[in-house]
């Protein structure tokens, strides 16, 4: 028993140092960022994709074609929708000057997945700033675009973030808390000069630089990947800024069920593997050591004899991220999860592990 339970000890220790790492080299940099906002005037084009949208572009449309910016445009892609999609956007042709739509006939063979319809649209943008996100998506404020360009005299992209609206229910929470975690890694890692994905909901980036890659050529036989695998693909440690203010928030609709969000998540989780390899590493040994020490400070409750040095290191790592994950949370407008972070913590591990083994089992037949 001894052995047994040196052994589990060695392995709390490991998994507090690991955490200790990543808190004070990725994540404290996000703790300290500070948003920089630098005047931005040059013509943008703002790109949606829909199938089958219409209550979503009704609802959050107006919203991007509403800016407080002096030239842009937005696109629509409609992808072969067969709701009233068609004839909503008639409608708002003709009352927004500003707004082009590009309708992808029933009869055209494509891909499964968007980036046929996104390439469509980037390739139809009269600037070479392009400005995405999704049909189900609403800007939270009408500084959106210029909040998000103001870094493009200096960088080539941007990755903004798009949380949760808040509801009522555990799920929102946990839906939350798991974007959360998302923000929390890609945010970091960019701070930190090794970026690897962003979101495809509010993400900016130079249009020449789709096309110096060929767009999605490397990976168009994969569904997803239109943010993180292009972003992983053209993503240096010196093009990349991030954007956090609040005016340049995009508010996504969550998911109201399990199985919804799960096919979400899986969806995402599909993708990774194409990562590159110190990405890999970063995104398992954080979940990873997060697991070992739950699991290792449990069984040394009950088995160790020195519960005050257990009690200890466990109150340093909880105090420890608590205490990182203050200003984030302020930041990133999710500071409600704060004080039940670490039972999400935890449970989040099950769910996540539920995820990968299921990962390898997932299809998909569309983008939707």
Not at 354 to 360: A, I, P
Request: glycine share 2%.
């Amino acid at each position: 028993m001894s052995l047994f339970v040196d052994i589990l000890f060695v392995i709390f220790v490991f998994a507090i140092v690991t955490q200790l790492f990543y808190a004070l080299f990725f994540f404290i940099r996000l703790s300290f960022y500070k948003e920089k906002l630098n005047p931005f005037n040059k013509g943008v084009s703002v790109i949606l994709c829909a199938k089958d949208e219409a209550e979503m572009l009704s609802a959050n449309l107006p919203s991007f074609l509403e800016q407080d910016y002096p030239e842009y445009e937005v696109i629509v892609v409609d992808d072969k929708s067969v709701d009233g999609t068609k004839y909503l956007l008639k409608d708002l042709e003709k009352k927004y000057f500003n707004l082009k739509v590009v309708t992808i006939d029933p009869h055209v063979i494509s891909r499964v997945g968007k980036k046929f319809a996104l390439s469509i649209g980037i390739k139809t943008a009269k600037y070479d700033y392009v400005l995405l996100s999704d049909a189900d998506c609403k800007a939270y404020s009408k500084n959106w675009i210029s909040k998000m360009t103001s870094s493009f005299e200096s960088k080539d992209i941007v990755l903004g973030i798009s949380p949760y609206k808040k509801t009522k229910g555990v799920l929102n929470k946990f839906i939350r808390f798991d974007e959360f975690i998302v923000m929390l890694q890609y945010l970091s890692y960019a701070l930190a000069k090794i970026p690897y994905m962003g979101v495809g909901r509010n993400l900016a980036y130079k249009k020449s630089l789709f096309f110096s890659v060929k767009g999605f050529a490397s990976h168009i036989h994969i569904p997803s990947g239109d943010d993180d695998l292009f972003i992983k693909e053209v993503a240096t440690k010196d093009n990349v800024a991030i954007q956090i203010h609040k005016e340049a928030d995009v508010f996504s609709e969550p998911k109201t069920t399990f199985s919804d969000w799960s096919y979400q998540r899986k969806r995402h989780i599909s993708t990774s593997k194409y990562y590159k390899m110190i990405h890999k590493r970063l995104l398992f040994l954080f979940p990873f050591s997060q697991f070992l020490f739950w699991f290792s400070s449990v069984l040394l409750f009950v088995f160790h004899q020195d519960l005050i040095v257990i009690s200890s290191l466990f109150a340093f790592r909880i105090v420890l991220y608590y205490s990182v994950y203050y200003p984030i949370m302020k930041k990133l407008r999710q500071f409600d999860l704060f004080f039940i972070y670490p039972v999400m913590e935890f449970l989040s591990l099950f769910v996540q592990l539920f995820f990968v083994l299921l990962s390898s089992r997932y299809k998909t037949n569309s983008w939707k």
